[in-house]
């Protein structure tokens, strides 16, 4: 857009110009007509004159006694003005030889342009009455305008124009540059935001003209924030409200499932109202239900937005994942999945409950989709990029194709096995963006599985090594 705006100014601003200096080239050809019309006139009045200026001495020779006028003429051209006198014939009588000419029969003024010694001379005949008796007089001039008028032009008129067009090209170029520098760097401030960024554009730094565009665009981003902040302000309302119903219901059904066991044993006779298969199955749903509205109030919480105003506060990266271990060690007992932790002692700069959030999110995918038998590690450690966070498992991975969609909400990998509800990442990838960091989701370090990592900047001083 700003290039096509560049591009439409410069056109208009040195359309103008071309065409004023086409205007004055026609007018310096206008002004050189005008005067070789004075010229033409003049060489018309100068032929009477020419005509008396004749003169015969006793042995009959020619001579040129000049009037003043026409000497004055002369003298100013010495090497641009020329005469001639030829009989009825064409013959020449006096003058240069150059000028003898055809007969003529006309007795009005002839004029004629012709070329000699390099140059264009305007000559004018006419029948004068001479010394001679009836002879055709001819004077010539060879600093007519209109003859030289392409060379003059092209030197003294299009030339300076053009370079002048070239200067005011080069200087109109930089002043739009600069003109719109504060116009292109506003693009880049908006075209670098991230699309959770809506906060108000500084309208006192943007130019006058521009100032109307910023505040249209953060009345846009107001409105769009407040349609966000309304639709997360009800998803944690809605997951909070559904907290504590569905913490009763999972403790009823747990209770139930329980009852159900010791009544009837799996293989014997129920007493019970269901069969036990399917308590079983109303208590994994329950845990699911509780677990999507656990992780839906996360998500709320989680946006960068409504973190934005909380300060950061140091946290202990070894003392998350252990804790991270101690939390999910049953878990992955239970599936026969072996857990470690492998850390370094440092802090960084961030949301501890965030993190904490992310490193549970992360860990829990990793046993619920690695095979009983697998390895899941939780690892905090610093490299050339910084502190980071990953958890690396040797399931079956993520094909790479797949890894950016995994990101969004309620996307599951077809084909996936085991429960899910597809927004254990998507609650990663907005902890990171809080954190102004991006998940990186790799290969494992054995060629198989999944390593997901986050890095993160502002490591504290001292670090130790430590694992466990």
Request: net charge neutral; with cysteine.
């Amino acid at each position: 857009m700003l290039i096509g705006l560049r591009r439409r100014l410069m056109v208009m601003l040195m359309g103008p110009l071309l065409l004023l200096s086409l205007v004055n080239a026609w007018l310096e050809y206008r002004a050189a007509g005008n005067v070789a019309t004075l010229q033409d006139q003049q060489l018309q009045a100068l032929l009477p004159l020419l005509a008396d200026s004749l003169i015969a001495d006793d042995q009959g020779t020619l001579h040129l006694l000049a009037a003043p006028g026409l000497d004055r003429f002369l003298q100013s051209r010495p090497e641009t003005a020329a005469y001639g006198f030829s009989d009825s014939e064409g013959r020449l009588l006096h003058g240069a030889s150059w000028l003898a000419a055809e007969p003529l029969a006309r007795r009005d003024t002839a004029w004629e342009s012709v070329e000699h010694r390099g140059m264009t001379w305007r000559v004018v005949r006419q029948r004068q009455k001479t010394v001679l008796g009836d002879t055709w007089v001819a004077l010539a001039d060879a600093s007519d305008p209109r003859q030289q008028w392409v060379r003059a032009i092209a030197i003294k008129v299009l030339l300076p124009n053009l370079l002048i067009i070239l200067v005011a090209a080069v200087a109109v170029h930089w002043a739009v540059g600069r003109a719109l520098r504060p116009l292109l760097q506003l693009t880049e401030a908006v075209d670098r935001r991230s699309p959770g960024d809506l906060h108000p554009i500084e309208q006192a730094s943007s130019p006058e003209e521009v100032r109307p565009l910023v505040a249209a665009l953060n009345r846009l981003f107001a409105v769009v924030n407040a349609q966000a902040e309304s639709q997360r302000r009800f998803i944690s309302d809605a997951a909070h409200q559904l907290r504590t119903p569905l913490a009763g219901l999972q403790a009823q059904v747990e209770a139930w499932a329980q009852a159900a066991r010791r009544i009837a044993p799996p293989g014997g006779p129920g007493t019970m109202l269901l069969p036990v298969e399917q308590i079983e199955k109303l208590r994994g749903a329950t845990r699911r239900t509780t677990q999507l509205a656990n992780q839906l109030l996360a998500l709320s919480r989680a946006d960068s937005r409504s973190m934005s105003a909380q300060p950061m506060v140091p946290v202990d990266l070894k003392q998350l994942c252990e804790a991270m271990l101690e939390q999910h060690l049953d878990a992955a007992g239970q599936r026969g999945i072996d857990l470690g932790v492998e850390t370094r002692v440092g802090s960084v700069p961030g949301y501890e409950w965030q993190l904490r959030e992310l490193l549970s999110n992360l860990v829990d995918n990793a046993i619920r989709y690695t095979s009983s038998g697998g390895c899941v590690t939780i690892r905090c450690d610093a490299d050339d990029g910084g502190p980071f966070i990953e958890v690396e498992d040797d399931g079956p991975g993520i094909p790479e194709c797949e890894r950016s969609r995994v990101l969004e909400r309620f996307y599951r990998v077809k084909g996936t096995q085991g429960e899910g509800t597809g927004l254990g990442l998507a609650i990663a990838e907005a902890i990171a963006r809080a954190h102004g960091s991006r998940l990186e989701l790799r290969n494992g370090g054995s060629g198989r599985g999944l390593k997901v990592r986050l890095t993160l900047a502002g490591l504290g001083a001292g670090v130790s090594a430590h694992s466990a």
